[in-house]
């Protein structure tokens, strides 16, 4: 039975939908008749008054009404397929809930059995193969999510964790049906409250950044965690292991791959902004974030970053102590599994969907067709690594409405697009062989630059321990000299320079050197690259000028 309130959320679910697709030309109609009284309106809509505005969209719906005014017909073929879409995905959710409600019921509910489907959250994800999304379900014996992709890994990835990982991360339990959905068990929120409790909390964040490191796990931002007191919840597990893309590891002759372990800021657990979001778990202090609360404030990391890296070392020792076991468990899981694999970001691929929604691209089929071709070459400017196959997938998919989807296996080396392989070998690790190469490497130097990472990726953000900001770096005060520098003076401060960059090297397993930066933009930790401007070749370049500018052995 279904309540009252679900055809409302369905409702708004579907309005939300069709606002995305129709707002753009339905601006611009409104325009357009707001010009015939305002010639102004039709360049600057923003010198419309509400009452033209009001007069406009009036007479727009009677044109509607009347058939005066028709939409184009690219806008209603997008309409119709997209709201087509979402209400069959609804409807095949609801089915597979009936079809499978004592096997959930046991698995979820303790037994007991539900009987109404009282509430639903429709858009909880992004929209996937013919508008499928993550749905939760609200039913009279509790709450439900709904995953309409292959979950046969999540358990197993629970029971996992829990005898490996228990004391800092927490899986919900879940259920798989076959390859093409599943059902989880609904975490309620709670934010860990007083110090004692935020103490707790941080220390088993540092444990869930050392199992996401060991895991591959690499898109473990703020939407994919959860609290419920002192424990944190990873609640997506789509990317929870992830393969080596081939241009990073290349293949040996002999066939092997070179082994490769990812630096712990591949996880997104640490600091990064997005358009001046913060998405990281550790700073986020936003009201939707799970940040414990202390004396009614929100509570970062920063004050507890001693308890989050003793939780990263407490379970980084344990792996190292159960290396075999662990090894043994990982070889256990499903070797067909399928893990998502994030070609781009998501935020990306929603802005270009908006592009393809502005009334000037479904103005006709001709534009509609225009429009698409361009999204093409976009996609093949914006990524030269990326072969035909995927491109052709991801305009496709674009144009049905959904945000691009690819998967891997755990132990293939393939990328997919539903059940199609899409690129063979596009993989040089498979997300199996990865976490056996990481299981390798666990040790004393790998642990230390993993320390110094989280150190300088947090740890360089907040201010010393007396709560006072840090003295300017040589780099700052040059900035502020308004003077011509002397040689003299110029060759000191460069000296000062090279020897602050000196001491922001991080040395990697192996006795190499590593520098890092802080990205400007995303505030994100990321290692320097080869380049002349901003990487190691600049670096050399710049040490080699002072040393001839300053010929003594320090230098």
Request: proline fraction near 5%; aromatic fraction near 8%.
């Amino acid at each position: 039975m279904l309540g009252g309130r679900f055809y409302e959320r369905l409702r708004e679910a579907l309005m939300r939908v069709a606002e995305f697709i129709g707002n753009s030309t339905a601006e611009h109609m409104v325009v357009q008749a707001a010009a015939a009284e305002n010639p102004l309106a039709a360049t600057f809509p923003g010198l419309m008054t509400q009452d033209e505005r009001k007069r406009a969209l009036a007479n727009v719906r009677r044109q509607l009404d009347s058939g005066a005014l028709t939409l184009p017909a690219p806008l209603v073929d997008c309409l119709e397929l997209q709201l087509h879409n979402m209400t069959s995905a609804c409807i095949e959710a609801l089915a597979r809930l009936e079809e499978n409600k004592g096997a959930i019921c046991d698995a979820l509910l303790e037994g007991r059995r539900f009987r109404a489907i009282e509430d639903v959250e429709l858009l909880a994800g992004d929209a996937h193969n013919c508008g499928r999304r993550v749905a939760v379900f609200s039913t009279d014996a509790g709450k439900l999510v709904y995953k309409p992709h292959d979950m046969r890994l999540d358990e197993q990835i629970r029971k996992f964790t829990e005898r490996f990982f228990g004391e800092f991360v927490g899986i919900p339990r879940s259920i798989a049906f076959g390859d093409s959905f599943g059902v989880a068990e609904f975490i309620e929120k709670r934010r860990a409250e007083g110090d004692e409790e935020a103490r707790c909390f941080w220390r088993a964040m540092g444990g869930l950044a050392a199992f996401a490191k060991l895991m591959g796990s690499t898109d473990l931002h703020l939407q994919n965690i959860l609290c419920h007191g002192a424990k944190p919840y990873i609640v997506d597990l789509e990317t929870i292991l992830s393969p080596v893309f081939s241009e990073r590891a290349p293949m040996r002759s002999s066939g092997a791959h070179e082994s490769v372990t990812r630096p712990i800021v591949s996880s997104l657990i640490m600091p990064f902004k997005v358009e001046d979001t913060e998405l990281s778990v550790l700073v986020n202090t936003e009201e939707d974030g799970i940040a414990p609360i202390v004396d009614g404030q929100i509570v970062t990391v920063l004050p507890y970053l001693s308890a989050f890296e003793e939780g990263y070392r407490a379970a980084y020792a344990h792996a190292v102590e159960q290396r075999e076991a662990i090894r043994e468990a990982v070889l256990s899981f499903p070797p067909d599994a399928k893990v998502r694999v994030v070609l781009r970001p998501t935020r990306a691929y929603w802005l270009l969907l908006e592009k393809l929604c502005h009334h000037a691209a479904l103005a006709s089929q001709e534009s509609r067709q225009r429009s698409m071709e361009r999204l093409g070459g976009l996609l093949r400017e914006g990524a030269a690594n990326m072969q035909a196959a995927i491109i052709d997938s991801e305009v496709e998919q674009m144009r049905r409405g959904d945000v691009p989807y690819f998967h891997t296996r755990i132990n293939s080396l393939s990328l997919f697009s539903r059940e199609e392989e899409l690129v063979p070998g596009r993989f040089s690790v498979s997300a199996t062989d990865y976490v056996l190469d990481t299981l390798n490497a666990l040790g004393g130097e790998d642990e230390r630059f993993d320390l110094a990472c989280i150190a300088r990726a947090v740890g360089k953000r907040s201010p010393d321990a007396r709560g006072t900001k840090p003295g300017k770096t040589a780099c700052e005060r040059w900035e502020a000299t308004e003077v011509p520098l002397s040689p003299k003076t110029a060759a000191e401060e460069a000296k000062n320079l090279l020897e602050e960059m000196h001491a922001l090297g991080i040395e990697k397993p192996g006795g190499h050197m590593a520098w890092g930066y802080t990205d400007p933009v995303s505030q994100a930790f990321a290692f320097c690259g080869p380049g002349l401007y901003d990487g190691y070749a600049g670096l050399a370049v710049f040490a080699c000028a002072c040393a001839a500018a300053r010929p003594d052995a320090q230098v």
